[in-house]
């Protein structure tokens, strides 16, 4: 999908756990000035999202659990899914005008990190509802 970009990172695992890059500064699009990390978490069964922005980039990346992420063309009309997990953790960026939505598919709580290039503002969230999901 157009603007879509989806990295595998690389997981460096050893008897005391694992770590990973999850995204530099390079790899910014748009403002590479800070914006925003956020936590997300879902029960089984439970969908997050629904929405789309005219202005942010955001970067998603499963940290626990199996999560489906929806996403929706809003001007071509294309529609892709991809199967998330803690196993492969991969990043993906989503641009502008993406209707995207991440459902909890698996049996226990997912947890999902959100980097967005813009803080999020109550009174100019860039934030509309479009149920994809």
């Known amino acids: 999908m157009k603007g879509v970009k989806v990295s595998t990172l690389n997981m ?3 008897e ?3 770590v990973a890059e999850i995204i530099r500064k390079e790899e910014l699009v748009r403002n590479k000035e800070f914006g925003q990390f956020m936590v997300t978490t879902a029960y089984p069964g439970y969908v997050k999202g629904n929405h789309y922005h005219t202005r942010k980039f955001e970067w998603f990346c499963v940290l626990k659990g199996e999560a489906r ?3 929706v063309d809003n001007h ?3 529609r892709e899914e ?3 997990n803690e196993e492969h953790i991969k990043t993906i960026r989503i641009p502008p005008h993406i209707s995207h939505a991440i459902e909890n598919v698996g049996a226990e709580m997912m947890y999902v990190l959100i980097y967005t290039d813009e ?3 109550e009174e100019d969230s860039d934030t509309f509802y479009k149920k994809i999901l």
């Open 119 to 121: 803080p999020y503002d």
């Open 12 to 14: 460096k695992k050893d």
């Open 82 to 84: 991809l199967m998330l």
């Open 16 to 18: 005391r756990g694992w």
């Open 76 to 78: 071509s009309g294309e």
């Open 69 to 71: 992420l929806v996403l």
